[in-house]
């Protein structure tokens, strides 16, 4: 338990990093699970381990519970709309990627007590 109270101190698992110098980048932020690759506009995280995507919280996985948290939706009053829908997720890329870097970990780690609860006699 202590290591999901506690996800924010976490060791941060090392990931690739790199930013596409392509110019026709369209503003995006998914989770490619045939490469393990997470998108954020124009930058790029590889090296996430394929497990990661084995620790469930309820139908998803970790990862997808984060981007689907900071992905944008629209907003259906008018009003709202026009004076407070100034939110983009590439604010907070930076927060955003050291957060997906520790529940990588806080994944894997997860998925390791599990195994050893499994093989343990009771």
Same mark, same amino acid.
């Given at each position: 338990?202590? *290591?999901?109270?506690?996800?924010?101190?976490?060791?941060?698992?090392?990931?690739? *990093?790199?930013?596409?110098?392509?110019?026709? /980048?369209?503003?995006?932020?998914?989770?490619? +699970? +045939?490469?393990?690759?997470? &998108?954020?506009?124009?930058?790029? #995280?590889?090296?996430?381990?394929?497990?990661?995507?084995?620790?469930?919280?309820? /139908?998803?996985?970790?990862?997808?519970?984060?981007?689907?948290?900071? =992905? &944008?939706?629209? #907003? @259906?009053?008018? %009003?709202?709309?026009?004076?407070?829908?100034?939110?983009?997720?590439?604010?907070?890329? =930076?927060?955003?990627? %050291?957060? &997906? +870097? +520790? &529940?990588?970990?806080?994944?894997?780690?997860?998925?390791?007590?599990?195994?050893?609860? @499994?093989?343990?006699?009771?």
């Amino acid at each position: 338990m202590d *290591i999901h109270v506690n996800y924010e101190t976490v060791e941060e698992y090392p990931v690739t *990093i790199s930013v596409s110098t392509n110019e026709n /980048i369209k503003s995006e932020f998914k989770f490619d +699970k +045939k490469s393990n690759s997470i &998108i954020i506009d124009d930058t790029i #995280i590889t090296g996430i381990p394929p497990e990661t995507l084995h620790y469930k919280l309820c /139908i998803r996985s970790a990862l997808e519970w984060i981007i689907d948290q900071y =992905k &944008i939706r629209p #907003i @259906d009053d008018k %009003t709202l709309a026009e004076h407070f829908n100034d939110y983009h997720y590439s604010a907070y890329k =930076k927060e955003i990627i %050291t957060l &997906i +870097k +520790k &529940i990588i970990t806080v994944s894997l780690k997860t998925l390791e007590i599990i195994r050893q609860m @499994d093989t343990e006699p009771p």
